[in-house]
């Protein structure tokens, strides 16, 4: 692997966006995510290459290390900013369709729930792991997740509740999209949530952390 | 500055804070998406049973029914602009239930936004916290307790916001969490040391734990954060246990007996103030209460 993409990745992994951030301090006055990217590009390493041996990688390990607790929420914060400043430098090759990304990810805080860390940092995770991430906010009804699913046929879909009192609605949202869309696979998560409410309320799968489910939804493509 | 909790603490080994309110709400039909707080405005009479309920139970001290009453959390149902207001009532309510003989704590929450996420600035949350508080001291708050907090810069804005615009006493919780390696660690990534040290840069004068857990991690962190810190009151609100999912239903597994059971381990660990958070009830609080009338 080029040299450069190695750097990348552990940009992205210690959350150094770029030359200016001070953080992480003992990375304080070298090039970040962005002008790596930038450089990567101009040596002509191919947008795909960049996002799948540096970007995926580098965000894969402090994913891991926060699904270990080895790592903490701002860690995992500053990574997908750093990834962040590399993806606007590969928006272009996405844009042209030349990058493709794994799928659509359509994430939601459901019905009744105002919530949106959690669901923020699977967001970022996921789209980290080379998924095009569609965010439809907090308080989502089934009929806009329906809606987003009509627009994006074959997207994964993940929902997320807080509130003990917000899981019936879980429930409620799986059920619809199963009985439009049987095939869509739909992974939940949340505090309250566990492996055995996924599998009574018909989910595809729950994962205390994102990197479980950046796992999962890869393993279904 | 008033200072009513240090006071009590100086003829008390231990004061019997209350129970959860959102568990409470919850049984009074509170359903997910609706504003609980807003409940002091319209459903007034429910909230001062709820608090009536604690301080029939043996609470010294009673919260109010503010958890998530920012503007911030508030602008999600239009009703920002009556952040100062419902405080205002949550306090009243309390003091209502409480009289002169009680001491009412205002309950600050997070606001659920974090600053290094970008989506809010530090003076954001300073001024939600600043408005928060006031309305709470004008319904007649004894003191101020910020709880469930995880984040340092967010709780210490908030520490300073209440010392900064009411003279009433300030209490800051944490809630953490058992890490990978075996310590406790909010999910920020704070230890209790850094969570001590940073309370006492902004001169907290009661910290604590809330949340998360159950009475024996509780006694646990609480235990660890008596030996850093040997001086200040600390407020201890366990969860009734973790909760379950049984049957598609939530549940808490620590009984009223079970909590009871547990209180003298917690008391000896360095706690000076005792009460619960999430699943515990006035049951839970009656029960301690015997058990600290013995010490």
């Known amino acids: 692997m080029e040299e450069i993409l190695t750097q990348i990745a552990l940009c992205i992994e210690r959350g150094k966006i770029n030359l200016e951030s001070p953080y992480p301090p003992d990375m304080k006055g070298q090039p970040g995510a962005d002008e790596l990217t930038k450089q990567a590009i101009e040596q002509e390493i191919a947008p795909g290459k960049i996002l799948s041996d540096a ?20 860690d995992l914060l500053m990574s997908a900013k750093a990834m962040n400043a590399s993806m606007e430098h590969l928006k272009p090759f996405f844009e042209s369709g030349e990058v493709k990304t794994r799928g659509v990810f359509i994430i939601g805080t459901v019905q009744g729930d105002l919530h949106d860390i959690g ?88 994962y205390p952390d994102p990197q479980g489910a950046v796992n999962f939804l890869n393993s279904t493509v | 500055m008033k200072r009513k ?73 239009d009703l920002a602009d009556r952040a100062e207001k419902i405080n205002r009532a949550a306090a009243e309510i309390s003091r209502e239930a409480a009289g002169d003989d009680h001491i009412v704590l205002g309950s600050v929450g997070p606001t659920g936004k974090i600053i290094l996420m970008g989506d809010v600035t530090a003076d954001d949350l300073y001024e939600a916290f600043a408005e928060q508080v006031t309305g709470l001291e004008k319904g007649g708050a004894d ?84 030996a850093i810190e040997p001086d200040l009151p600390i407020i201890a609100q366990p969860n009734a246990g973790k909760p379950e999912i049984v049957g598609g239903e939530v549940v808490y597994k620590e009984t009223p007996e079970i909590m009871a059971a547990k209180t003298p381990e917690l008391i000896e660990a360095g706690a000076n103030i005792i009460g619960g958070c999430c699943g515990t009830t006035p049951e839970h609080i009656r029960a301690m209460s015997g058990v600290i009338l013995t010490i």
């Open chain 1, 55 to 74: 970007l995926v990688p580098g965000m894969q390990v402090v994913g891991e290390k926060f699904a270990k607790g080895e790592v903490y929420i701002p």
């Open chain 1, 119 to 206: 669901k923020n940092l699977v967001g970022m995770v996921v789209k980290g792991g080379g998924w095009e991430v569609i965010d439809l906010g907090v308080d989502v009804s089934t009929e806009k997740f329906i809606g987003a699913l009509d627009q994006n046929p074959g997207a994964a879909v993940g929902l997320s509740a807080l509130l003990t009192t917000t899981m019936p609605n879980m429930e409620n949202i799986v059920k619809s999209i199963k009985e439009k869309y049987p095939d869509t696979k739909v992974i939940i998560g949340g505090a309250p949530i566990n492996e055995s409410y996924a599998e009574k309320i018909g989910a595809d799968a729950y």
């Open chain 2, 5 to 77: 909790v240090a006071q009590a603490l100086k003829t008390r080994k231990v004061l019997l804070s209350d129970g959860a309110w959102g568990t409470a709400l919850q049984a009074h039909g509170l359903k997910g998406g609706q504003c609980g707080e807003m409940w002091c405005m319209i459903r007034r009479h429910e909230i001062l049973a709820i608090a009536r309920s604690y301080i029939d139970a043996g609470s010294d001290i009673i919260l109010t029914n503010s958890f998530g009453a920012n503007s911030i959390k508030l602008a999600h149902y």
């Open chain 2, 143 to 226: 003191g101020i307790l910020i709880e469930t907090m995880s984040a340092i810069d967010e709780a210490t804005i908030a520490v300073r916001a209440a010392k900064e615009n009411t003279v009433l006493e300030v209490a800051c919780t944490f809630t953490f969490e058992r890490a990978g390696y075996g310590g406790f660690h909010s999910i920020m990534g704070h230890t209790i040391a850094d969570y001590v040290d940073a309370m006492r840069d902004v001169s907290c004068d009661i910290i604590g734990t809330n949340c998360g857990n159950g009475i024996d991690e509780m006694t646990e962190i609480v235990r660890e954060m008596r």
